[in-house]
């Protein structure tokens, strides 16, 4: 049974930083892909950020967010700097069975129960 838990989020004002944690278990976590996404409210689903052996970003947190993982510690983080309002919403960590980078959340089977990032102006 694959299990994720995020944890990390919380308020912070604009221009400041967070960083989520996503610790799982029931895999051998190093051998597939890992990814945040974010759903504001009224808005749909949105990537951020996934990581195989390579990142990749979504457009609007490119630059500013950084995906890194601790296969030992089976933990993906998202560090979050220069925080906008408009990065508030609920932030959910996702494995996909497979080790390629995928950006369409229908492709990740295991999802973690989210974290609220709240940015303030």
């Known amino acids: 049974q694959v299990q994720l838990v995020e944890s990390g989020g919380g308020l912070v004002q604009a221009g400041g930083s967070l960083r989520l944690s996503c610790a799982a278990s029931?895999?051998?976590?190093?051998?597939?892909?890992m990814g945040w996404f974010r759903q504001a409210p009224g808005k749909e689903r949105e990537f951020v950020a996934a990581?195989?052996?390579?990142?990749q970003y979504g457009d609007s947190v490119k630059g500013r967010f950084t995906i890194s993982r601790d296969n030992a510690k089976n933990t993906v983080f998202l560090q979050m700097n220069s925080l906008k309002p408009e990065d508030t919403g609920v932030y959910y960590c996702?494995?996909?069975?497979?080790?390629?980078?995928?950006?369409?959340?229908?492709?990740?089977?295991?999802w973690g129960q989210g974290t609220q990032v709240t940015v303030s102006s």
């Open positions: 996702a494995l996909r069975e497979n080790s390629f980078i995928a950006t369409t959340q229908n492709l990740y089977e295991y």
């Open positions: 029931g895999r051998t976590f190093s051998n597939y892909a």
């Open positions: 990581i195989t052996w390579r990142t």
